[in-house]
């Protein structure tokens, strides 16, 4: 009867910890899935210091123009003109959590404008984003985007 007793609270407590988890993921999933909210935003404003405190100082991103950049690089590119969209609607289709770390994956239009080689046109993105706790909060360290080329 001990026996039992005991097995059944080690159950219990394991799945108590298991329901835990799982709350907690989906608070996190919603914190990502706001800061990419305010990720476009920025963008949408070419609000540089907004983007700047989302991004890691280590951010990196292979763009639809099939360059690798770095977080300075994609911030010269908005403060330059050449990064601007006069629309930008995200999906964030998936969201999944590992220990401190979030992979967000989607899709997105934009409307280019700006410099940028595409200005006035539409284009269709696949992407792929990367978050990390870093000093207590979440920020993009890694993107990757390509234009889906219509069939």
């Known amino acids: ?18 329901s ?9 999933q919603e914190e990502i899935k706001r800061l990419n909210t305010v990720e476009v935003e920025g963008l949408m404003r070419n609000d540089v210091k907004a983007l ?6 280590d951010f990196v991103v292979t763009n639809p123009l099939n360059q690798f950049v770095n977080k300075q690089q994609v911030l010269g590119l908005i403060k330059s003109g050449v ?5 930008y609607d995200r999906k ?5 959590i590992y ?4 992979v967000v994956a989607g899709s997105e239009i934009v409307v280019w404008a700006g410099k940028m080689p ?6 269709h993105l696949r992407y792929t984003a990367i978050w990390m706790k870093q000093a207590g909060r979440w920020q993009e360290v890694a993107r990757h985007a390509n234009i889906v080329e219509e069939k």
């Open 1 to 18: 009867m001990k026996k039992a007793l005991v097995l059944i609270a080690l159950i219990i407590g394991c799945v108590l910890s298991v």
């Open 20 to 28: 835990g988890q799982v709350g907690n993921d989906r608070l996190i």
């Open 52 to 57: 700047g405190a989302l991004w890691s100082d």
């Open 83 to 87: 990064l601007a969209f006069t629309s």
């Open 92 to 96: 964030v289709e998936y969201v999944r």
């Open 99 to 102: 220990d401190g770390t979030a």
């Open 118 to 123: 595409n200005a006035g046109k539409t284009s």
